[in-house]
C-alpha cells in the first residue's frame, strides 16, 4: 500500500505558518502530531499492515512528521523572535544604531584614600582588620575604660539603639582595640579602617557618618618613640615628602600618657586649620593597663600604643575639599571629580 501524505503535509505547514501566536500554534501542532493526531493514527495503523507494506509506509509517514516537526520549530522561534522585537520597540527597532554608552563608575573619594592608607601600613607589617558598626556598649565604651557615667562620653553621644543601652553604633574604631586583643596574642599590629557615628549638629565639619582608621600595636617594649616613628612613616607615604609633627597632651580614657597629634601644613589656616599652620590629625597613646587587661593581655609584660584618625579629614586636606558633607550628599557631579 502507497500513500501520498503531500496534501496533508502541505495543509500542515500552512496551518502552521498561519497561527499568529503559541497558542493558535501549539492547537495546530496537536491536530497532527498530539495523541489522537493525524500523525499518530498514521503511525497506528501500521501494525495492521503487511510485512511489505510496512517499510515504505513507516517512511513516509516519519518524513511527514519531520517536516511538520521542523516547520513547528522554526514557527516558534519566530514568534518568539517577533515578541523580542516587539519588546524593543517593535519594527522601529534598528540594530545599526551605536549602543547606549556604558557608563564607568568610580571608587569613592574616601574608599580610594582608604586603600592607599591600608597599603602603607601593610608594608608596615600592619594586619587589616575589619569589624561591626552596630556595636555591644562593653567594646565601644566599657572595656575602653570609659564607664557608664564617666563624663567623656557626652563627647561622643551616638545612637543607642536598644532600650537598655547595650547595643549603639559605634562612635570610634576603637572597638577594634578590644576586639583585635581577644582573638590574638602579643606581638600584634593592626590597623581597623571604618565608618563611625556620632549623635551631634552637623556642619561643614561634622557629620553624623564618618570614617576612621584605629592603629594598635602590642609588643614588649613598646614606647611613645614607637608612635611618632610609625605616625611620620604614614605620613611621609601619603604626602610624599617629610610631614612635622607636634604631640600634645590629650586626654583619652583608654590611653596614659595620651596625646593629641598636629601636623604641619603651610597654609593649613587657609584651609580651617584654628592652629596657625599645624592641623590637628589625630589623637593617640599608649595603651592604658585597664584596657590591656579587659583584651586579656598582661600590661607587667606588654606595652602597646594605639591611635585613631580621621580618614575624611585626610581626603579634606589631600583634594582640598571645603565641606566634610559632600561626602555623604550622594551628588554625583562631586564623586565624579574622582573617577
Ligand atoms: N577614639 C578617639 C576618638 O574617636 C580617637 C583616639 C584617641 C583613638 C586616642 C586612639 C587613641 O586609639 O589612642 O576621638
Known sequence: MTIDLAPLQAQALAELGAAADDEALEAVARIYLGRKGAITEL????PSLTPEERPGFGQTVNATKRAIETALEARREAL?????AVARGGAGFDPSLPGAPLRRGSLHPITQVRREVEEIFRSM???VVDGPELELSYYNFEALNIPADHPARDHQDTFYCDDEGRLVLRTHTSNMQIRAMEKRQPPI?????GRVFRNEAQDAKHEHTFHQVEGLVIDRGIHVGHLTGTLKGMLRAIFQTEIEIRLRPGFFPFVEPGFEVDIRLPGAAALGGVLGDWMEFCGCGLVHPAVLRAGGIDPQAYSGFA???GLDRLVLLRYSI??????MGGDLRFLRQFG
Open 322 to 327: 571645603d565641606d566634610i558633607r559632600h561626602f
Open 189 to 193: 599590629r593592626i590597623i581597623a579602617p
Open 80 to 84: 518568539a523572535d517577533a515578541a523580542i
Open 125 to 127: 607589617g600592619f594586619e
Open 307 to 309: 591611635f585613631g584618625m
Open 43 to 46: 503511525m497506528g495503523r501500521i
